[in-house]
C-alpha cells in the first residue's frame, strides 16, 4: 500500500493567473537559497501520465496552493508538508467526463461518489438540449453548494426553444429566432461552453437545420462548439452526422458529436460508415470530435419509443389524443412496426430503471411488466403497456441496442472521449444505466487491460486533455506547472468497474488518490467528504 502522511489543511486563495503561481514559487525558493524548495503536496516515484499521449516516465508531481509547480525527477530536498509514494501507481491528470446531466442531483449528492470513485474530477453538464436556461444564476447554485467534482455547462437548446416556443411543433418566426439567440448569448457571455442539441426529444425533433445552424453561430461567436445528441443513431445515423456537420461548417464552429453509437441489430456493423464521414470531414479540415461510454446498452426516457407527433403540446395533448381510439390505435401499430424495424419481436430489450409509480418495475423489462400485468404475450400489448407506463409518468429506461463490435469500433477512433452520459447518482436509488458508476474505470481494465483494444496513454489522454482542449478548459488535462491540480493516483493492474445491469450500485475500484484543484479528495481509496470543486467557465465569459 502506498505511504502516506495527512497534512493540516490550511486555506488558500487560488492564484488568478496559473503561470503566476510557479513563477513566485521558483522566485521564493531562488531568493532564499538556504531554504529547500517546499510544496504542500508531492507525489513520489510515479508511472507519470502526462495527459499528452506521451509514454509514461518515472517521477515525480509537487503541487502548492491548487495549482501544479513541478513535474519530473524533483531533488530529494523538496520537501512537502504531504508526501504520497505512488510506487507501482500511474499518476495521471483527474479525468473529464464530457457528456453529463448533473441538475437536479447535485444538491442531493454533492459529494458526486459515482464520478470521484471513477477518476472523474471534472464533468460537462447540459447536454442533449437539456440545461439551466439562466446559466449565470445556475453557476452560482454550484458556487453555493461546493460539489467534488468541478463543473462546466452547455446551454442545451431545447430548454432554450421551450422557453420561446414552448412544446409546439411549428418553425420558429424571425422574432422567435432572435429571442433564442438573445438567450444563447446571455447563456455563453455567463460562461457556458457551448450549445447542446437533444434530436430525438421534443421539441428538438421539431427543429429544422437553418434554426440549429442560427443559434450554434452565436455560440460559436463566443468560442464555443456545437454539441449534439444527433437526430438519428440508427437506420438514419448517417444522415444525422450530415447534419451535425453541415451546422458545423454553416455555424463555423468546432462539432462534438456525443456518445456515437449504432442502434438497432439491423444496423450492426456500421461503425466504419459513420466514423469514416467523421474522419473525411477532419481530412478536409472540419473540428470535430466524438464520445461514446463503453456499453452496449444506451439510456434514455421510455416516451422516445412513442412517435413524435402524438407528443406535440405537452402531456395532456398526448393524453387527449390516446383517448381517441383511432389514434391510440394507429400510435400502437407504429410502435410494431418500428420494434420489428430494429429486429426485435418484444419489447424485452426496454428495461425500466427508474418509474417513481411503481418501483417494483425497476429492473423488469416492458415484456415481463406486460406479462405482470396479465395481459397477451404480443408485441402489440407491449406498446399498450408502453403507453400506459408513459400516462402515468415518463420511466427512465435502459435499452439494449448495440452490438460489441461496433463498440470496439468507435473506441479505436483516435478522436474519441470517455463519458457517462449519466448524472450524480444517489446510493441504491433505482436500477440505473452502470455506465454511472464505471465507465472511466471499465476502459481502463477492460478495454485497455483485459482486451487491448487501445493503449493506456491512449485512454489517458481521450479522458484528460482531448476532453479539456475540446471544450476550451484551458487550465485543466495536463500535468504541467501552472495547471490546476486536478490528478488521479491509480493502480493498472487491479482498476476495475463492478456496476452491472443487474446490481448498478457498485462503486469503482482502484483510483487510490484524487485530487481536486490540489485537495486531497481520495485517500487510499476512500472518499474523504472533501469538496473542492469549482465552476470552470467557458472562453466567452464576460
Known sequence: MPRFRLPVFKSHRLARWPWLVAALLLAANGAQAQQAPRASLIIRNGRVLDGSGNSWFRGDVAVHQGRIVAVGRLPANFLADTVIDANGLVVAPGFIDVHTHIEDDELRQPTADNFIYDGVTTVITG?????????????????????????????GHGDVRKAVLGRAKRQATE????????????????????????????????????????????????????????????????????????????????????????????????????????EQARQAGQEVTIDQYPYTASSTSLSTIIPDDVQADGRDSLRARLQRPGVRAAVEAAMVRRLRQRGFKHYDYAVVASFPPQPSYQGLSIEQINQRLGRKHKAAAEAATVL?????????????????????????????????????????????HPRGYGSNARVLG???????????????????????????????GLLRPGLAADIVVFDPATVQDHSTFERPHQYSTGMQYVLV??????????????????????????
Not at 449565470?136 to 467534488?148: H, I, N, P, T
Not at 486531497?520 to 465552476?535: E, F, I, N, P, W
Open 127 to 155: 447536454n442533449c438540449g437539456s440545461s439551466r436556461l439562466d446559466i449565470g444564476r445556475y453557476f452560482q447554485v454550484l458556487d453555493s453548494a461546493r460539489l467534488s467534482v468541478n463543473v462546466a455547462s452547455l446551454i
Open 388 to 432: 400506459d407506463l408513459v400516462l402515468q409518468h415518463d420511466a427512465g429506461m435502459v435499452f439494449h441496442g448495440m452490438s460489441e463490435p461496433d463498440v470496439q469500433q468507435i473506441m479505436r477512433y483516435p478522436f474519441n472521449m470517455v463519458a457517462s452520459d449519466a448524472g450524480v447518482r444517489v446510493w441504491q436509488q433505482g436500477m440505473p
Open 175 to 278: 422574432a422567435e429566432l432572435q429571442q433564442m439567440e438573445q438567450l444563447v448569448a446571455r447563456a455563453m457571455q455567463a460562461g457556458a461552453v457551448g450549445l447542446s442539441t437533444g434530436l430525438i426529444y421534443i421539441p428538438g425533433t421539431y427543429t429544422r437545420t437553418p434554426e440549429l445552424v442560427r443559434l450554434a453561430r452565436v455560440a460559436g461567436q463566443y468560442r464555443g462548439l456545437y454539441a449534439t445528441h444527433m437526430r438519428n443513431e440508427g437506420d438514419s445515423v448517417l444522415q444525422a452526422i450530415q447534419e451535425a456537420l453541415l451546422i458545423g461548417r454553416e455555424a463555423r464552429l468546432p462539432v462534438q458529436i456525443s456518445h456515437l453509437k449504432i442502434g438497432g441489430k439491423q444496423n450492426w456493423g456500421r461503425a466504419p460508415q459513420a466514423l469514416a464521414l467523421i
Open 517 to 542: 484543484n490540489g485537495r486531497l479528495t481520495v485517500v487510499q481509496g476512500k472518499h474523504l467528504g472533501t469538496r473542492a470543486g469549482q465552476v470552470l467557465y467557458g472562453p466567452g465569459k464576460q
Open 446 to 476: 477492460r478495454y485497455v487491460r483485459e482486451l487491448r483494444v487501445i493503449g493506456l496513454e491512449e485512454a489517458v489522454r481521450r479522458m484528460t486533455s482531448l476532453p479539456a482542449q475540446t471544450f476550451g478548459l484551458a487550465d485543466r
